[in-house]
């Protein structure tokens, strides 16, 4: 798909200044500016797994731009420049390009866990479902072979904002095995019902939906949400369990792990289309905001690589998932 | 269905003392009582379109109470008895049915309007759509003969709580003809988008689903609610639509009506599963609260028929749905 | 005015890097700078209805400065010169100045409408009044030659922020044809209260105080509002109308527009006195905040003209007047 | 203007089980009931300075129901009768009366204090006014034989509710006394501004108007609200200051008087038309909310006297005008 | 205690009516009522274990009625005596007395599990503590046996409200064990800062003032409440632990801890003092809420025993402890 | 403490471009920065008490950075540097230091008033204290000459924002002459308890804890807050008062001042523990409410001198503890 090889491609962080480049990257916020002359050039972000640079390209005409994705991934040849202290990318060459699932795992930051050791995790806490209604529900997703993929694939968070692939499958298999841990505090919690909300609670954030082919993923995600996609895509599930596997699903069952899905975000104001209102949709909400804040504060107190621009100071930045709070970094106890 | 016809039906506005009655009610809050020594009753509240009144089953096994449903219909016989100056029904036998259309039209108050006159108006409406795709998708709406009975027959807010039969399609009526009239004063809203948006956005209400036959309609408008449900049932329908009439539909279009469905209430607090976010979503939503703020005022300062309990004092009670607001009723210029 | 003709007026948009220009500017943002050897300068935004430019003036007095307009007119004299790859205008002689109409509708922006034609649509809509106070009190109204010169000439919103000359009569037009076309579906609804109410729910922008003729009108704006201001005004109109027509008015009729006025912002926290209590209240808040937001909606998705700094993306930026959401622009059926 | 004489006033903490009584009361929550066989009687509560009671008329037209007033005054004449442990008042006779400052003092609970000796106390504030222009206004407000009446007789809050003649009064005094003591301590504060805007801040509470002669004064309470009453009687006070006394007011000084009174409830959702914006503003708002906030917490801590029906227990019931808090009662040091 | 013995104690479950009673109850909502011509007399509820009766004594002195606790315990003789359908206790002989841990467990609902096992299951994870500080610490706690006793026998929520003997102890250990059990999923959080965290954060709830003997421990819940309470608690434990056993804490160490403490309720609007700030106290408000909201909707949606009043219906009474939503019941798979 | 007397202390407002420059500074918010290359640098902000400016420190260790304070004081030598039209600090030697209260004075901006005239007021205030005990714990503060000296010279406000030395006095001896003039009007409130209360609200800003020396006390601020850090002390005061006085407390005295503390913000979204729930505690949090919205609307409104950066404008920049208003700068009168 690259149009010349005689660029080779360079990781952004091991980019100079005024070096020559070549290669895939994902595009983020491209825009259009124009010139004091009024001419149109493309502003946009191009990344990889290493870093981010904002890039340039001078002369663009309004078709070439609406051919690129809005956020996506490019073929992009061009030159480093400094400019006010930083490095920036000019552009000569642009295409919109479809990164294989190797090539993804280059452009994007991705889990350091083991994928498949990951999955096979979750595969075998599902095994422990009991009622067959579940179990066929869940024979139904796992041998959806594309969606399993993009499970195993997909961030937890928006695509290319402070996620990384593989980072569903993670929280997922965490949420999993603390409820496997703890479950058996709460005996009168179905857990089945349990442990099924939860493998489906954030699978919305995969959906490819047929009549909607060419359509962005991400737009459907601001306007329609992995919530209410969770919940037709289980609709959509349940429906194919009965044809294939001949199950009737008990009164209610199907209606209690929707009422899972959409709600499991808390609140109306955070996205829950209704709020929870099983105990099983409280558990689940409950357990799923644990571990979102728990793993929010840990990466804003105590990351894995000391960040350049906070060193100094007990106290991190003011943190919008958590209220704005800002956070007291040591501990005491170290 | 009736076991026995001894009693004659009699209306709950025309009973007296200690008359014998019998026939079909609607029954509400069946809830189960136990009196002092410990045995079990029931307590509910039975009506039909012309009043409702408290009633008691004074010996009721837990089984016989499982077989009744909380929100339906029964079949009962008894007598009157006036009890702290009220009238009390005093069951002697009471049975689950499942009442007709005619019959349900006895039961609960209904529209003055003629629902077949409206009904063609909303068709006509609807043959005003330009774009093929929606069209189509109207015509697999219209197709769906059992959809479109409920359609006509369900009320606009939830069953039997201050709201009457034909009250959603009346609803609907009213809001096609508003944009009928001010879409012209907005020439950049797609028409067609505001048209078919509106005549899906409360659909939800009157969803049958397969998987969950005897599940009741009620729970799963407090589980999923009618939002969520009218997007579920526009991916049905979309789906139908491109098999049966071979129609594609334009990118996101599938995508943006179900946006105007899930976000028609506004704001996550009154329910929208996401904030309005295209022009035509706001829209809708505008003109739904216009029509429903100013319903509910009407219906509160000026109403139909005065009622008894306060013909006297300017103002309303508060009126939950206007932010807990008294109304002040007269008209000066009247 | 003009202390020297040796300099043409240019307008903003046509100017070019090093030139000299002169003529009448909008003044707004007009602040004291100090340079760091401590002497005063001016800073200031210069516009006329074709654009903005930052300007400067180095040396200033206080006295100066204190004649200056804080948001207003001034004739100005100076050079054009580049400045961060931008103009900016360095000022040598500034005067306030009062702009005749003529001399308003070039320094500001204006409806592309026909003002008078659109007067005219009011005035008719106004005859169709039927009770007779009302109708005496609109002849009070339009009497008043100077109160409707400031109602054609009027912005709709805050003088020289995102908002041109004749919106508030473009804005009250579009409300009374709406609730001209939409009032026979709720005949339960006094059609006078609604006409004069809407005529009358903006007016407060344009008045003029006897005993504060000196005091800035935006200031008053901002400590009093001018739904306080419409209500004063009318109570003024009402007397007069009463003494030179001779009309008694019902009882809490001129109580009931008022109100209309004071809370047609619907909610305390958007600016209401009193949240509307009688539903000719509500529904006028309503239309309006359906006019409000359909306009924001369309302006902000589908602007008149190609905005430079975002033709990518499919959303908008966030718009601060609804719930600061962004907004998906693209019409799917187009 | 009553019938008959033949029964004598007897205060309703006097009256006993079936005894005869006649007089003047107090009249609330007038409300027309229906019996079962759908015959209309009235519902209301009669007071006196003493007590309230339930009353009922059985027989009772629409008519004269219409003619009494929902709030206000009446001549009665009935027999008490013992009901469900408390005495009920069966009136035979009831019309709408008048009452005579004097008669009102019967009837309405008042301060304890000499209503006097406190409008003398509140003079001699005013007269330490500096400004000329205040002085004259205060002059004009101060002539107004009727509204000056109204000033000492009014509650402070809501007519007939918590509240007592001359109530309005002895807040006002408290403030300008609390003022006076601790303006020295604030020497940037223009005094004459607080002092002004402390008298003026309830005085809308009062207001006639003339184009509303029979208009209930508190439905206009509940619609317009006494701040923007406030303001408006502020702008017709000043045109008549500038008339009569030739008084020119400085620029903006009105507007900032206006803009003390229709902001000093502190917050939109307390009441304030805009929120306090200028120190003087702040400051009066503050003493105003200080005071209130001390005396509804004093008054249900440490009633005058005891309560029958909170003899015991440490905290007082939920006070709603104290974010709905419970107070604790003991003063230990006592 | 007892003044006479001729009466039997009766477990208020078993009173049938017009029978003696006479032993020990726990009261509450003691008030002072009056009868119609003046006479003061107590109003009270009467419980025990197995349920409340409301009570009412006939002549009761003021001086009497002060030497009652307002919620307490008393010993009583008196009759039962049927009323509108429920019993009712009136007391003849009424006194305050003091409970021993064993009549306690008499007179207040208790846990059913055995609370010498949880207490050393807790002791046991106790040990589990690494850091010498913590351990020193920890063991001051344990070697307060006033307090132990205190935390084997407090309810989790307020004294006699919807809780019961060992809540505390039992509520503790759930939040030790699940720790215990997920922490190894988040190795960058402090274990023992957390299990400290979680085995202080709610003794509060049992503390005795030197200082405040005679003073009532709920009143002081209400007016300093349980977090501070804790907070001071450990402020004194650290200043002991420091003289008893020459530890030194690490700067930060009790700071952390008190923190974790009045942080836990999550937000100010729930009682915390502080929003939690460090990942510790994040963790652990989660987890308390976790368990709080888990225990909740289950105790609501699937109660040990059916309850009378609630048999029919698929959804709970409101719940105000989770934003006042109504629970679905109903377990589909089971 | 200085390394080298070769350069002289200058005040930062005296400092022009390219000057050496050596002596003590308060620092604020330091940070790392890492060049492109990667090397650590020191990047803070140094003032005295006459200004402020930016810093720089090219060669940098981490083990240097961490010894320095994120906000306190430091020796410092170095060299001025033009940098974008601002003057900034190139330093070369940077070490810690401990201001006496001679170097503070000079480092942070202080009270123009004099501290010892304000203590000694606010002692007489306290001589005037009626109940023994109350005089007795006043003496045990008043002993406490650490505690003193510190409430001498803390300010109101966080240390180094917009605050000075001396502010805390100067604010709670305000307070103290508020109530010292109005509490004759509210003889039902409990002087003592009042100015006790007072005295004590914000003296938590002073602490010292054993068990912590060397932890940063504005760390704990963030952590713990001043109010519970004030109950925690009047817990000890309380104590020693008890000890060294042989004084005994009335029941719920100690508890009911501690309830004035923790409450005294008025709100729990204020940072109150326990919303106010006595008269007292009303009563003090709303006079500490009216000082301080006070002062910051002066502050902002008409400020000691003439800031250059808001000369024009007839309205202040939005003011974030006065819920974001803008306030109105002109005093028409003045």
Same mark, same amino acid.
């Given at each position: ?142 041998? #959806? ?7 195993? &694939? @997909?961030? $937890? ?5 402070? /996620? *990384?692939?593989? =980072? ?120 799923? #905001? ?7 504060? &840990? @990466?804003? $107190? ?5 960040? /350049? *621009?906070?060193? =100094? ?22």
């Amino acid at each position: 798909m690259s149009p010349a090889a005689k660029t080779t491609r360079r990781s952004i962080s091991d980019l100079g200044p005024s070096e020559r480049f070549g290669g895939s990257f994902a595009i983020a916020n491209a825009q259009m500016g124009r010139t004091r002359n009024g001419d149109p050039y493309l502003k946009c972000l191009l990344s990889d797994k290493t870093g981010r640079l904002p890039a340039r390209k001078w002369s663009m005409s309004e078709e070439m731009f609406h051919r690129l994705p809005t956020d996506g991934f490019v073929y992009v040849e061009g030159q480093t420049q400094p400019y006010q202290g930083e490095l920036q990318l000019i552009v000569d060459i642009i295409e919109p390009m479809e990164p294989s699932v190797d090539e993804l795992r280059e452009l994007l930051p991705a889990t350091e866990r083991d994928v498949d050791d990951m999955f096979a995790q979750v595969v075998s806490i599902l095994d422990t479902l009991k009622h067959p209604a579940m179990k066929a529900l869940a024979k139904t997703y796992l041998a #959806d072979e594309m969606l399993m993929d993009q499970f195993r &694939l @997909a961030p $937890a968070a928006k695509m290319m904002h402070h /996620a *990384y692939l593989g =980072g569903l499958l993670e929280h997922t298999l965490t949420l999993l095995k603390i409820v496997d841990a703890i479950l058996p505090l709460y005996p009168k919690l179905n857990r089945d019902l349990v442990v099924m909300g939860l493998f489906l609670h954030d699978l919305g954030k995969t959906r490819e939906l047929v009549y909607d082919k060419t359509f962005s993923y991400s737009d459907r995600g601001e306007l329609i949400g992995h919530l209410v996609e969770g919940a037709i895509m289980l609709h959509d599930k349940a429906a194919q369990t009965m044809r294939a596997e001949g199950v009737r699903f008990p009164p209610g069952a199907i209606t209690v792990l929707q009422h899972i899905i959409i709600s499991h975000h808390g609140l109306p104001e955070y996205g829950a289309a209704k709020p929870p209102s099983t105990p099983e949709a409280i558990f689940v909400s409950q357990v799923d #905001d644990l571990d979102a804040k728990t793993v929010i504060a &840990l @990466a804003a $107190a105590r990351p894995e690589t000391e960040r /350049a *621009y906070d060193l =100094g100071g007990n106290f991190t930045e003011r943190q919008w998932a958590l209220q704005n709070r800002k956070l007291y970094k040591p501990d005491p106890l170290a």
